[in-house]
């Protein structure tokens, strides 16, 4: 898989035949931080999402990557969650 560099981007990984970011029109490139080399997706869930990857700096060591993904809560909702009066 290819790591989009975009930050804002929502699909950070893509499939080694894209030469650009499916979601977003970014280059791609091949290790994610400039280390992990993303393999396959193992698991995916609300919050976040898990990879396995190679660790290029400890001779393709196997390695778990998850990537958290960005969540945005409005004030209001989050004062209602921790039981706070919202003004």
Do not use: H, W
């Amino acid at each position: 898989m290819l790591y989009c560099s975009n930050s804002n981007c929502s699909n950070l990984f893509n499939l080694d035949d894209n030469k650009f970011c499916i979601n977003c029109g970014q280059t791609l490139t091949p290790l994610f931080r400039n280390r992990f080399r993303v393999i396959r997706l193992l698991d995916e869930g609300g919050f976040s999402r898990t990879y396995e990857a190679r660790d290029v700096d400890r001779i393709d060591e196997p390695f778990s990557l998850k990537k958290i993904q960005r969540v945005v809560i409005a004030i209001s909702e989050m004062c209602l969650f921790i039981n706070v009066p919202f003004y």
